[in-house]
């Protein structure tokens, strides 16, 4: 069994998976533009990332990992800075975000990101189709305030999908 595992991680067409991700993005209107894509034994990495929303510019990301041993996965961005037309609407940098999905959990996905905005975990509970998202350390969130609530632990944002 374990060699069969092994072997399905190992001989994956993970550039396929990538584009398969691409399409289900470009349904929402979503499109990514890379220069460079990177594939290892368990991930694919992609580099200087364009990111655009209906056909607009809206930032650029120096690398995107995806990770998967299929019972757990993880996509974690490295350097997301927003179009400056954006900035009075969401933090323009965010230097880390992850979201980690395992079969351990399988009804949710953790998140959690860091930035100027300072630190923030989450979690998309796929069962409700819900997304809370804490703020922990809340640096320059002025222009997100109007979406968020607060509570005893600060601020957060929940929303459904």
């Known amino acids: 069994m374990l060699v069969l595992w092994l072997s399905i991680l190992v ?5 396929e998976l990538y584009y398969k991700f691409e399409e289900t993005l470009a349904a929402y209107d979503i499109k990514l533009n890379e220069t460079d894509i990177d594939t290892g034994w368990f991930s694919i990495t992609l580099k200087d990332v364009t ?14 990992k995806l ?7 993880r996509m974690a961005l490295e350097s997301l800075h927003l179009d400056d ?9 965010t230097e880390q975000a992850v ?11 953790s998140l959690e990101a860091s ?3 300072g630190g923030m975990e989450g979690f998309a509970d796929l069962r409700e189709k819900k997304v ?15 979406q968020l609530k607060q509570d005893e632990k600060g601020w957060f944002y929940e929303t459904s999908f």
């Open 51 to 64: 990111l655009y929303a209906k056909g607009i510019n809206v930032g650029s990301i120096k690398e995107v």
């Open 115 to 117: 930035g100027s905005f």
């Open 99 to 109: 979201a980690v999905y395992s079969i351990f959990s399988p009804l949710g996905v």
């Open 11 to 15: 001989l994956m067409p993970k550039q």
């Open 67 to 73: 990770f998967t041993l299929l019972f757990y996965n």
């Open 132 to 146: 809370r998202l804490d703020f922990n350390e809340s640096k320059k969130i002025e222009m997100l305030k109007p």
């Open 85 to 93: 037309s954006l900035k009075h609407m969401m933090p323009q940098e």
